[in-house]
């Protein structure tokens, strides 16, 4: 479905408006859907609606109608230090108190004054896992957190992008957070669409004395999905916010989905001076960070349940199979924990595999290239790639050269006399005679056929 609706509309409009679409449910004629903000709800219903309903209609021609709801996020008063409610019933207290109180309680009394977007008490520093993708991006973010009110301001703005599920918001919310708590100085947390419809309205009623008086009393201002600013009275808005702000030696923290320079709506004077400070880019979880992620909320689950408990194996296999995003890891742990609880039973590999499956997104099948194939053999042993290349015939130059042409066939779609080009112009025969020969071998060879998978893990990467 998702895919039907990415190819229709585009991969830039989908990864903009619909990656974070999520099913509810689906009751006869109608389908539930749900996106995080109500920005996002009234952008896909004034502009995609038609779309949506005839890609579910591809799919489920009975389908007649699109209802489109907000998931709330977690609003609370609670500082971060209190204890996270179970995982198991969040999701229903989400949905409660977002049907109890539309209106937003967030966090402090400053946050609430100059209208800040809520916050959510679990994402702080000391839950966020540091990897090799964030550590960049963490030590900037701790570093802004841990700044004083007058302190020189390192890098401003701090831009951090990444790809959605990444960290950005709870980096975001961690900083936020920290000076709220740890300092006598004013974070003001706000979402694009908060700053859109909340704060740059609440401006446009001041003088612009007064405006300078409200930004005064923010030390550091927090943008998140940047991505959805939109509109040219709001862009000269932010670009005269950013501008006070950063001369006024104050720091702004932006997260989006892409750099700067991908901000096509935004004006080019708004994206330099956003490219001017530090931009971190967060890559894609690693599988040692999403086992942390993993363990992390594994411990956090345990503080209410002492006897919920996830087997190493099934951490490892949750870490591999699950490759996308951070929000998908909550939700294997979460589910885990509800069906361990409502049927008294230990964590298996067997109910991980079941209940996680729809998490498991089949892997966009990564091109691969013969470069990459000759550095990563010759590296794994310990020849160089124009050994590889070369005419020599001697035994350890033999055996790599020819599990580099199997994986070359096996891994690429190019042919047998095109690989043969590639390994210094050698005949297609040639090429064939090293594919049958590594087949045959892995067949019967454990540690040859242990090193050929560890290779296609290298190159899958
Ligand atoms: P983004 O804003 O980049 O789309 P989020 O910050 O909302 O991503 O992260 C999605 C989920 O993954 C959240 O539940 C978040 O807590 C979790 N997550 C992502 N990265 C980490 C990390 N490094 N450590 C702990 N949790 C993480
Ligand atoms: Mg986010």
Redesign the pocket.
């Given at each position: 479905m998702k895919g039907r609706l990415r190819s229709s509309v585009g991969e830039d409009v989908y990864s903009s408006w619909f990656a974070?679409m999520d099913l509810e449910s689906v009751q006869d004629e109608s389908v539930h859907l749900s996106v995080p903000t109500r920005f996002l709800k009234s952008w896909i219903q004034t502009h995609y609606s038609d779309k949506v309903l005839s890609c579910w209609q591809a799919e489920l021609p009975d389908v007649n109608r699109i209802d489109l709801t907000v998931r709330s996020p977690v609003r609370c008063a609670a500082p971060a230090k209190e204890a996270p409610a179970p995982a198991e019933s969040r999701r229903d207290e989400q949905r409660s108190a977002a049907e109890r109180s539309n209106g937003a309680a967030p966090v402090s009394a400053n946050h609430d004054a100059l209208g800040g977007s809520p916050l959510?008490p679990?994402?702080t520093f000391a839950?966020?896992?540091?990897?090799r993708?964030?550590t960049l991006a963490?030590a900037a973010a701790k570093q802004v957190a841990e700044g004083r009110r007058g302190d020189p301001v390192m890098f401003n703005p701090l831009y951090i992008h990444?790809?959605?599920?990444?960290?950005?918001?709870?980096?975001?919310?961690a900083v936020t957070w920290a000076g709220n708590t740890g300092n006598e100085r004013k974070v003001l947390y706000l979402t694009a669409e908060k700053f859109m419809y909340g704060f740059v309205a609440a401006l446009k009623t001041q003088t612009s004395l007064a405006f300078k008086e409200a930004l005064r009393g923010i030390d550091v201002l927090v943008i998140?999905?940047l991505q959805f600013l939109q509109g040219k009275t709001t862009q000269a808005e932010f670009c005269h916010t950013l501008n006070a702000l950063i001369d006024a030696g104050r720091q702004v923290v932006v997260?989006a989905?892409r750099p700067p320079s991908d901000l096509e709506s935004l004006d080019e004077r708004v994206r330099s001076r956003l490219a001017g400070g530090l931009v971190v880019e967060?890559a894609p979880?690693g599988e040692d960070?999403r086992l942390?992620?993993l363990r992390?909320?594994v411990v956090a689950a345990r503080a209410h349940h002492a006897s919920f408990d996830v087997p190493q194996p099934v951490l490892e296999y949750l870490a591999r199979a699950i490759t996308h995003?951070?929000?998908?890891?909550?939700g294997a742990i979460n589910r885990l924990l509800a069906h361990s609880k409502l049927n008294n039973q230990p964590v298996t590999l067997e109910m991980a595999e079941h209940e996680v499956r729809d998490l498991i997104r089949p892997s966009e099948p990564k091109r691969i290239k013969i470069e990459d194939i000759q550095r990563i053999v010759a590296r794994q042993y310990n020849v160089s790639r124009s050994d590889l290349l070369s005419s020599r015939r001697t035994a350890n130059v033999v055996r790599p050269r020819q599990v580099a042409m199997y994986l070359a066939k096996t891994l690429t779609l190019r042919s047998l006399p095109e690989i043969g080009r590639r390994f210094g112009g050698r005949d297609h025969t040639t090429v064939l005679h090293a594919v049958r020969k590594i087949e045959g071998l892995v067949s019967k060879d454990n540690t040859l056929s242990d090193e050929v998978e560890s290779l296609k893990r290298q190159l899958q990467e």
């Open positions: 974070r959510d679990r994402l839950s966020f896992v540091v990897g993708s964030n963490h990444s790809g959605v599920g990444l960290g950005k918001t709870h980096l975001l919310q998140d999905d997260a989905d967060m979880l960070l942390g992620i992390s909320r995003n951070g929000r998908d890891l909550e």
